[in-house]
Nanobody, 121 residues
Framework: QVRLVESGGGLVQAGGSLRLSCAAS????????MRWYRQIPGKQRELVGY???????DYVDSVKGRFTISRDNTKNTMYLQMNSLKPTDTAVYYC???????????????WGQGTQVTVSS
């Protein structure tokens, strides 16, 4: 069973930094695109950015220049480095990935449980 687990969230002051991790585990053949989403209660879940298997990335305009997504395919792990954090970055951050497990070799999408990021002013 493929599982995604986020970690690294917490409380930080405005202007500070956090590094989130998304670790995929299970019998995984290949992970394709991986994405970071975030959600504020009562609002739509927002795509923060994504990273392709080859490392190509894109981000929502509001985080460009401040956030960096990376991945380590040998560890099946994606990272989100968040710098110059703002109170408007406060949200639950979710990992999402397209994964082909060994069981059927076909791509399925998976979500992590989320990790809370709170930026105080």
């Amino acid at each position: 069973q493929v599982r995604l687990v986020e970690s690294g969230g917490g409380l930080v002051q405005a202007g500070g930094s956090l590094r989130l991790s998304c670790a995929a585990s299970g019998s995984i053949f290949r992970i394709d695109i991986m994405r970071w989403y975030r959600q504020i209660p009562g609002k739509q879940r927002e795509l923060v950015g994504y990273i392709e298997r080859d490392g190509a990335t894109d981000y929502v305009d509001s985080v460009k220049g401040r956030f960096t997504i990376s991945r380590d395919n040998t560890k099946n792990t994606m990272y989100l480095q968040m710098n110059s954090l703002k109170p408007t970055d406060t949200a639950v951050y979710y990992c999402h990935a397209d994964v082909a497990p060994y069981s059927d070799m076909r791509v399925h999408d998976y979500w992590g449980q989320g990790t809370q990021v709170t930026v105080s002013s």
